[in-house]
């Protein structure tokens, strides 16, 4: 019996981490905007930064629920990528207001800010070669080689910078 080809499933791997990774920064960043609204989180100074429609701004003032913030958040956010550091170091303003947020998230994962900056974009790189380039060299005309650790890797690695997050970023202000 011939091996099996699990190149793709790599390549699968690769991509869904890095959806599940700017997905949870979404998220994250939605819920601390939304628990500050309510009041279960402290405001930061960016907490102002968040935009609402007025039709939306029109039904707080008169008096309805406040479930729709959150859908606001969301929208607000629905056209940004939260993958690469630089827009991960941003997006975490509406989580914690401290300066130097990836710097601290680096660190708490031993690494330098710029070796952590180079490796998670190498990361959201490869996923980019994927997806919009069918994993092709241009030069060469041939598909990249990917094997399961460096597909584990990368998984690995965003599990590590989410679990980095929620201990440098979000505990310590979430009040609970």
Known sequence: M???????????????????????V????????YKSFLGSRE???HYGEARICLSS?????????????EGEVRAQ????TFQRADDIAKA????DDR??????????????SEVFRQRL?????????????????????SVRPIGAEEAEEASGFLLDCVVAIEAECWEPHNGE
């Not at 701004?57 to 913030?69: C, D, K, N, R, Y």
């Not at 956010?77 to 940004?80: A, E, I, K, L, M």
């Not at 975490?92 to 989580?95: D, E, G, K």
């Not at 790189?125 to 994993?135: C, G, K, L, P, S």
Request: glycine letters at 4%; a negative charge.
């Open 2 to 24: 011939g091996s099996v080809d699990m190149s793709e499933a790599f390549r699968a791997e690769i991509v869904l981490a890095v959806s599940a990774w700017d997905s949870y």
């Open 26 to 33: 979404h998220n994250l960043c939605v819920e601390a905007i």
């Open 43 to 45: 405001k930061n100074k």
């Open 57 to 69: 701004a029109e039904q707080l003032a008169s008096g309805g629920s406040t479930s729709w913030v």
């Open 77 to 80: 956010f629905s056209r940004d």
């Open 92 to 95: 975490l303003r509406f989580v």
């Open 99 to 112: 300066p130097k947020r990836l710097a601290r998230v680096a660190a708490s994962m031993t690494y330098s």
């Open 121 to 141: 974009n190498a990361i959201v790189d490869r996923r980019n070669m994927i997806v919009h380039e069918a994993d092709i060299d241009p030069v060469w005309g």
